[in-house]
């Protein structure tokens, strides 16, 4: 009996650093699972697909998303956009703050993410660092792009017309397939800034940062649906994304033009915006402007009636 | 005698089958497994548009919110041709003369509440006079709340003796009764309690006002198609069924239709036997079977609000 132990012995002495023998430590890897209304599901489709890097090293298992996940997806999105656009606007900058701190914490996990897709250790700081600066510029024009972009209009009689941005609704967006975790940030920030909700479909072939960039917003304070991020493949999946009647909007951010085509004629079911971001250099200054925000916004013209409009002075 | 045979035995309710609530809740639970696609998914959402008594049962409803719910109920989305109306409108006594005439001759059925609904804490004359007020309105169905308090109380005879005279005050008018199951407070209990509303004369049992939670689940409702089950295997009776409250997706209201055929068959797969009391859900059902005409997911944007 006591010879079949000394198997398990090697461990034990190795456990109190006596041991001679080296034993190699399981490593325990994580699950990449999707990110809906604030829950971290598996795809409901079973799929997985095993991206690999320039080496030829197994990523992970990433879900395969499939069109039931977007459905319920748009869904959560749906049920959480009452509730963060009507949040006061300085509070949705308190967040983006709040996901920039979570980020910066977390620096040295997406470095490492970064590099083993294939980017240098300075690339991969560089982008992390962007990345992080840009939520905090976002942040920043939470509560300011409303007056950028609201008008009092001269009219022709007696009331007080003006005009404010409001968001549109439920964002689709098919994220850079490159950059893909300052693509990520740089396309989610201004749609969520400007009080929508979005389903974001990660990189396909770098879909690493865009799972654990979905753990630190489950941490920073922001609420389950806002951002829902799906991993899979555009080619599957844009269609539904565009014609989807319960969304309002769609970003897309590569230059497939049979796809934008598509795009374009499934928005008209339901005049849907259409965007496609796929001149823009992530890295680049341009790249991350109050007109991102405006883009998603929708504008709303008040027609107040006054007794007397030049009775204030002014020229309205 | 002869003609003991014919008459109904009233059992003692204090001696109900006891009811297994895990078993219950694992069969309801196998029910939510079977897959329904395509023609038939679409015949079953039709089927259970049909199957739905509109509701409204606020304090602040008024002549004109009752006019658009039976609006809703004849024409609840005329952009696809051959969808079904729902099977009634379910309103307060005081709206029933409305409800029925903007029905008209649709065919839609208007079924009040009653009995001091939704509490029932109301003297028994009053409860009838509630009632015979319903009727003469022109209620074609009346849904009244047995005495919770007298239930718990053990006056099981008090109950019964009551869900007989409001059935009396009924007269042509179908009755269905709602156990409010969340304030029974075990599954042993509202089968007692379904059993004392059919030998009373039910005939629907309803689980909630929709006033209480927990509403209408699987579990709760199984347990009601078995007492409807058994008191037809003893009686050749039989009884309807009517959910109410909580539901509001069309995959649930499938589950229960499935519910409904593996535990009483198909005879109870119509609007005669079987109801979902629900407002939400209608344009849940809608929206699927527009999902299936076009086979794009729909938004609540573009259904008329009920």
Known sequence: MSKTSVHTTSLHTNGNG?????????????????????????????????????????????????????????????AAFGGWSGRAAFNRSQILYRMAEMLEGRRMQFIDELMQQDASRAAAEKEVDLAV????????????????????????????????????????????????????????????????????????????????????????????????????????????????????ATIYCEKDTDIQRMMREKSALNLKRVFFYDQTDWTAAESQSPYFIFDTQEIKTTWHPVENIAGAGGGY | MATAKSLLTVPDFALSPRIDQVGVEERAARFTTRSIKKESKLNGLKLVLNMIDLTTLEGKDTDGKVKQLCYKAIHPHDAVPGIPTVAAVCVYPSMVKVAKKALGDSGIRVASVATAFPSGQAPRDVKIRDTRYAVNEGADEIDMVISRGKFHAGEYNFVFDEIAAIKEASGEARLKVILETGELG????????????????????????????????????????????????????????????????????LHYLVMVKEVLGEDWLNNEWFRFGASSLANDVLMQIVKEHTGLYQSGNYFSVD
């Open chain 1, 18 to 78: 006596t041991g001679t023998t080296e034993t190699k430590r399981l490593e325990v890897l994580k699950t990449y699972k999707i990110y809906i209304g604030g829950q971290f599901p598996r795809t409901e489709s079973g799929r997985y697909y095993i991206p690999v890097n320039n080496e030829g090293k197994k990523l992970a298992n990433v879900c395969l998303s499939s069109r039931k996940d977007f459905r319920n997806a748009v869904v959560a999105a749906r």
């Open chain 1, 133 to 248: 600066d840009r939520l905090i510029y976002y942040a920043g024009w939470c509560d300011k792009y409303q007056q950028l972009f609201s008008s009092v209009n001269p009219v022709a009689s007696s009331h007080f017309n003006f005009s404010v941005p409001e968001p549109t609704g439920v964002v689709s967006i098919i994220a850079p397939q490159q950059d893909s975790l300052l693509g990520l940030i740089s396309v989610i920030s201004p749609v969520i800034a400007g009080g929508n909700t979005c389903v974001v479909l990660a990189s396909e072939s770098k879909p690493l940062c865009a799972v654990t960039f979905a753990e630190v917003l489950n941490s920073s304070d922001l609420p389950g649906g806002v951002v829902n991020i799906l991993t899979g493949k555009p080619s599957e999946l844009a269609s539904w994304f565009v014609d989807h009647m319960d969304v309002n």
């Open chain 2, 186 to 253: 075990s599954f042993d209990k509202v089968r007692r309690a379904s059993e004392i509303a059919m030998y009373a004369g039910a005939d629907f049992i309803k689980t909630s006002t929709g006033k209480i939670q927990p509403a209408a689940t699987m579990p709760v409702t199984l347990v009601m198609l078995e007492a409807i089950r058994d008191f037809y295997y003893k009686t050749g009776r039989m009884v309807g069924m009517k959910p109410a409250g909580g539901i509001s997706k069309s995959k649930l209201a």
